[in-house]
């Protein structure tokens, strides 16, 4: 096998989405949806799908259950390409339920072997076998998180570079082990409220510098306002692109893969925000976070339009 570019250690799950219910949902009543989306989700294996349809050669390693959610979520990255030699099995498939009513969404996880992942099941040699390491959504590893600190630093000294999303903090703690990993994150990769509640700051200017003394790379994502980097005291942002939004679920995923495969592919930092914009965008294009990537000619189509504007 030829060397992996990214090692990704984290979650996977489905996603199932209902689209058109009503904004208010009253309980005690049959509440019917006017479309209906079985996707990819959770971060990190959305990250893994996204990456691999973008060229770069992935590791995923895993805890995933043994039972058909879990065989049709491996199915959706065997057809990426995904390498999955390092993962492990267990009992029970967690599962996201997302309901999008008007301008908001209730997002329901069932965490099932998604938090079951522990440091003894890694194959650390497996996962330094890549030129980079990523780990997204840091507080669903509730097993694993004790050792986080331990992992990025194996993969630092292994000389690896490293990245992070930690996404939300379900739990609004926002632990204090995330000093002890951020010494060994060379790019961290929030959404500007994460990234302030990381900082402790009341704003994202405040946060991406207060962050940039703790990393080499601080990349905060805006949503449709696109996203803003501070790196050696450079200050970079980059625009979304307009584009007609079926749903924003994994838009913070796919901007990562994005970035990553550009940062892999030794791009500048402009030339990563702008590949994390454009990726953000065409993840919103279609259902849930991997859809749209399922399509390589579609994506590639997506990329060249976009290159000429
Ligand atoms: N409506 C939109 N139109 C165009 N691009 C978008 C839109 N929403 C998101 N994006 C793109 O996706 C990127 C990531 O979106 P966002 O800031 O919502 O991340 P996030 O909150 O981490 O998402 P996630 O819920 O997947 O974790 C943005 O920086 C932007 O490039
Ligand atoms: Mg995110």
Redo the contacts with the bound molecule.
């Keep these: 096998m030829s060397k992996l570019d990214i090692t990704i250690a984290g979650e996977i799950n489905l996603d199932l989405i209902l689209y058109g219910l009503p904004e208010l949902m009253p309980t005690e009543r049959e509440l019917l949806a006017s479309g209906f989306a079985i996707t990819l989700g959770s ?1 990190s294996a959305i990250l893994a799908h996204n990456l691999a349809a973008l060229g770069s050669r992935v590791g995923f390693v895993t805890k995933v259950g043994d039972d058909a959610f879990g065989a049709l979520a491996l199915q959706r990255l065997r057809e990426r390409g995904v390498d999955l030699a390092g993962i492990a099995h267990g009992a029970k498939s967690g599962v996201t339920v997302i309901l999008p009513h008007g301008p908001d969404r209730h997002i329901l996880t069932y965490p099932g072997t998604i938090s079951e992942l522990r440091f003894e099941q890694l194959d650390l040699d497996y996962l330094a076998s890549a030129r980079h390491f990523h780990m997204s959504s840091l507080f669903l590893q509730r097993q694993l998180l004790p050792r986080v600190p331990e992992l990025f630093r194996r993969m630092k000294s292994a000389g690896l570079t490293t990245s992070l ?1 930690t ?1 939300d903090d379900p739990e609004d703690r926002w632990d204090s082990i995330l000093e002890e990993i951020l010494p060994h994150v060379d790019i961290l990769l929030p ?2 409220r994460e990234a302030m509640k990381i900082s402790r700051a009341d704003n994202v200017e405040t946060a991406l510098s207060r962050l940039a003394q703790k990393v080499n790379t601080v990349v905060v ?4 306002r ?2 803003v980097a501070l790196r050696d005291g450079r200050r970079f942002s980059a625009p ?4 007609t ?1 079926i749903d ?8 990562d893969a994005g970035f990553l495969h550009q940062f892999l592919q030794g791009g500048d930092l402009t030339t990563c925000l702008a590949c ?2 454009l990726c ?2 065409f ?2 294009t279609d259902c849930g ?1 991997t859809e749209a990537f399922r399509d390589p000619a579609r994506l590639q189509e997506f990329l060249r339009l976009a290159r000429e504007h």
């Design positions: 971060s999303d996404n959404n500007h994502k805006m949503g449709d696109g996203a979304a692109i307009p584009v939004v924003a679920v994994g838009a913070g995923d796919s901007f994390g914009n953000g965008a993840s919103v976070g």
